[in-house]
């Protein structure tokens, strides 16, 4: 049974520092690309940032982008989402997410943690 387990989550100010992280069991955790997403009230499930099986690529939203930094420890079947200069529109549920297809679409990824609020506060 696949688990993605989030964790790190809380209310912040505007300009503060987040890290989450996801803790993976179930799954060969070095066969799967890892993705964080959010969902903010009201609005769609949205792609934030990717990272390889093997950690050598990432890719990010435009919105994220030099600010968020994906990683990951295939030793220990983690991965991370450091989150710098948080705006109040990031505030959002975000969900980690494994999958083996390619991409920044929810399509890609098989599997889904139950996801960690984040609160930035103005």
């Known amino acids: 049974q696949v688990q993605l387990v989030e964790s790190g989550g809380g209310l912040v100010q505007a300009g503060d520092s987040l890290r989450l992280s996801c803790a993976a069991s179930g799954l060969t955790f070095n066969s799967y690309r890892m993705g964080w997403f959010r969902q903010a009230p009201g609005k769609e499930r949205e792609f934030v940032a990717t990272?390889?099986?093997?950690?050598?690529?990432?890719a990010y939203a435009d919105s994220v982008k030099g600010r968020f930094t994906i990683s990951r420890d295939n030793a220990k079947n983690t991965v991370s989402l450091q989150m710098s200069s948080l705006k109040p529109e990031d505030t959002a549920v975000y969900y980690c997410?494994?999958?083996?297809?390619?991409?920044?679409?929810?399509?890609?990824?098989?599997?889904w943690g139950q996801g960690t609020q984040v609160t930035v506060s103005s």
């Open positions: 997410a494994a999958g083996r297809l390619p991409g920044m679409k929810r399509e890609s990824y098989s599997y």
């Open positions: 990272i390889s099986s093997n950690g050598a690529v990432t």
